[in-house]
């Protein structure tokens, strides 16, 4: 039983000690000539015949406990892809440089005639022959122009697309595993094949989101297509429009016909007509949209989405506080309610006269008037608290003063009176 034991305990330090991973690293002599070595010890893996030989980085999904780093190695006027045994991945070629790409899934090679390839990082050239390319935004993809004119896109370190006889629009994103790219004839949408998704070319195209829906345009007009390249519901319009909401990232699109004063308002992720009859305006204020018909306002509840009664006279945000963005206050015969994003509606039977936001650090945001006197409200779920019992309110950092019969006092943010209505005037003198 001893025996047993000590075996399992000489066996659990055998996976101490053999459990950590290697490491690789390079190291530079007093005659300025690098090595690869292994461990803190610095056993030489290589010799000093290096003229430069970089850090070592890991590739896309390889850690220290999953694998090993690769190094870009320099002889001379050579460079290669040294492997952490101090064999070549790539032998050494005559260049000016290379260097692992920040998606940690290719290597760059640059040539003294400043075209370039890639290589992944098994040592396989991507592509070659390469003069220009443009990155789209986060570099999720690379367009590539080689010297013979020719366009390809490599994408998580292959080339997805080969070379393509298109002039590729090197200003638009990947559509949703697709590509927009335009020749003579017009745009056409590809996989990631390189094969056109539509038979006959689109006079003009554009990206509506980042979900891949289009804006299309042909001999009948635009229309909007989902990211299948199906219509969303076959109705033509002279132009498009895409809105955007500030807070959340919201896309509406206004559709215009020939006489550009009724609009057709779509949206969603996959975008739906949000209402068969057109509006005549149409605003965006941070997560809301706002649309007018025959002269009254409505309210689009995004999360539907849909439109309220258009029965409002004017409205306004409130947006004193980023926790208050998804809130719009509306009048409408003279009384105002507030309405949140999920199309609620607060107050409105208590014929408010007028709505203000207010600026505090905590507690209230919003003041509410109602006979000429004014109440409290950090909630619309919520009573106004303290009621209308007051003439005035002014925010301060510990509460809130406040007059009562021609009286100012103070009451904290949990609404407990602080200072009695005795006094003619305050004022605030600091923190």
Same mark, same amino acid.
């Given at each position: 039983?001893?025996?047993?034991?000590?075996?399992?305990?000489?066996?659990?330090?055998?996976?101490?000690?053999?459990?950590?991973?290697?490491?690789?690293?390079?190291?530079?002599?007093?005659?300025?000539?690098?090595?690869?070595?292994?461990?803190?010890?610095?056993?030489?893996?290589?010799?000093?015949?290096?003229?430069?030989?970089?850090?070592?980085?890991?590739?896309?999904n390889?850690?220290?406990?999953?694998?090993?780093?690769?190094?870009?190695?320099?002889?001379?006027?050579?460079?290669?892809?040294l492997?952490?045994?101090g064999?070549?991945?790539?032998?050494?070629?005559?260049?000016?440089?290379?260097?692992?790409?920040?998606?940690?899934?290719?290597?760059?090679?640059?040539?003294?005639d400043?075209?370039?390839?890639?290589?992944?990082?098994?040592?396989?050239?991507?592509?070659?022959?390469?003069?220009?390319?443009?990155?789209?935004?986060?570099?999720?993809?690379?367009?590539?122009?080689?010297?013979?004119?020719?366009?390809?896109?490599?994408?998580?370190?292959?080339e997805?697309?080969?070379?393509?006889?298109?002039?590729?629009?090197?200003?638009?994103?990947?559509?949703?595993?697709?590509?927009?790219?335009?020749?003579?004839?017009?745009?056409?949408?590809?996989?990631?094949?390189g094969?056109?998704?539509?038979?006959?070319?689109?006079?003009?195209?554009?990206?509506?989101?980042?979900?891949?829906?289009?804006?299309?345009?042909?001999?009948?007009?635009?229309?909007?297509?989902?990211?299948?390249?199906?219509?969303?519901?076959?109705?033509?319009?002279?132009?498009?429009?895409?809105?955007?909401?500030?807070?959340?990232?919201?896309?509406?699109?206004?559709?215009?016909?020939?006489?550009?004063?009724?609009?057709?308002?779509?949206?969603?992720?996959?975008?739906?007509?949000?209402?068969?009859?057109?509006?005549?305006?149409?605003?965006?204020?941070?997560?809301?949209?706002?649309? +007018?018909?025959?002269?009254?306002?409505? @309210?689009?509840? &995004? *999360?539907i989405?849909?439109?309220?009664? =258009?029965? !409002? $006279?004017?409205?306004?945000?409130?947006?004193?506080?980023?926790?208050?963005y998804?809130?719009?206050?509306?009048?409408?015969?003279?009384?105002?309610?507030?309405?949140?994003?999920?199309?609620?509606?607060?107050?409105?039977?208590?014929?408010?006269?007028?709505?203000?936001?207010?600026?505090?650090?905590?507690?209230?945001q919003?003041?509410?008037? +109602?006979?000429?006197?004014?109440?409290? @409200?950090?909630? &619309? *779920?919520?009573?106004?608290?303290?009621? =209308?019992? !007051? $003439?005035?309110?002014?925010?301060?950092?510990?509460?809130?003063?406040?007059?009562?019969?021609?009286?100012?006092?103070?009451?904290?943010?949990?609404?407990?009176?602080?200072?009695?209505?005795?006094?003619?005037?305050?004022?605030?003198?600091?923190?």
């Amino acid at each position: 039983m001893l025996r047993d034991s000590l075996l399992i305990l000489a066996l659990s330090g055998c996976v101490c000690s053999f459990g950590q991973p290697e490491t690789f690293a390079p190291d530079k002599n007093a005659k300025g000539k690098y090595a690869l070595v292994k461990g803190s010890s610095k056993t030489p893996v290589t010799g000093y015949d290096y003229s430069f030989i970089s850090d070592g980085q890991y590739p896309a999904n390889v850690s220290a406990e999953s694998g090993f780093p690769l190094f870009s190695g320099k002889q001379g006027n050579t460079w290669g892809i040294l492997k952490h045994d101090g064999t070549w991945l790539l032998s050494p070629t005559e260049m000016d440089s290379l260097w692992m790409l920040r998606s940690r899934d290719a290597f760059k090679l640059l040539y003294s005639d400043r075209s370039y390839s890639y290589v992944n990082i098994n040592g396989q050239v991507i592509a070659s022959d390469i003069v220009d390319e443009k990155r789209s935004p986060y570099a999720r993809y690379r367009v590539l122009v080689k010297r013979d004119g020719t366009q390809s896109i490599i994408y998580q370190g292959k080339e997805v697309v080969k070379p393509i006889p298109y002039e590729l629009d090197l200003e638009i994103q990947n559509l949703a595993q697709t590509f927009l790219v335009k020749n003579q004839a017009g745009y056409y949408v590809i996989n990631l094949d390189g094969f056109p998704l539509n038979t006959e070319p689109f006079q003009a195209a554009t990206p509506i989101d980042f979900n891949g829906n289009l804006a299309v345009k042909d001999a009948k007009g635009w229309m909007i297509l989902d990211k299948t390249l199906r219509p969303v519901d076959g109705k033509y319009y002279t132009r498009i429009v895409r809105r955007e909401s500030e807070f959340d990232k919201r896309y509406f699109y206004l559709c215009y016909q020939t006489n550009e004063t009724d609009i057709w308002v779509y949206g969603g992720d996959i975008p739906v007509l949000i209402s068969p009859d057109p509006v005549s305006e149409f605003e965006v204020e941070k997560s809301f949209g706002v649309a +007018k018909r025959n002269g009254k306002w409505g @309210v689009l509840v &995004p *999360e539907i989405p849909k439109f309220t009664a =258009f029965t !409002y $006279d004017s409205f306004d945000k409130i947006d004193n506080n980023e926790a208050y963005y998804h809130l719009i206050y509306c009048s409408s015969g003279g009384f105002y309610s507030i309405i949140d994003e999920e199309g609620h509606i607060y107050y409105a039977d208590l014929k408010l006269e007028k709505i203000k936001p207010i600026t505090c650090s905590t507690g209230a945001q919003v003041m509410l008037f +109602k006979g000429g006197k004014v109440a409290l @409200v950090d909630n &619309p *779920e919520k009573e106004p608290s303290p009621s =209308f019992l !007051y $003439d005035e309110a002014v925010c301060s950092e510990h509460g809130y003063f406040l007059k009562k019969d021609g009286k100012w006092g103070m009451i904290d943010n949990d609404g407990k009176v602080v200072v009695d209505f005795t006094h003619s005037s305050y004022e605030s003198i600091g923190k």
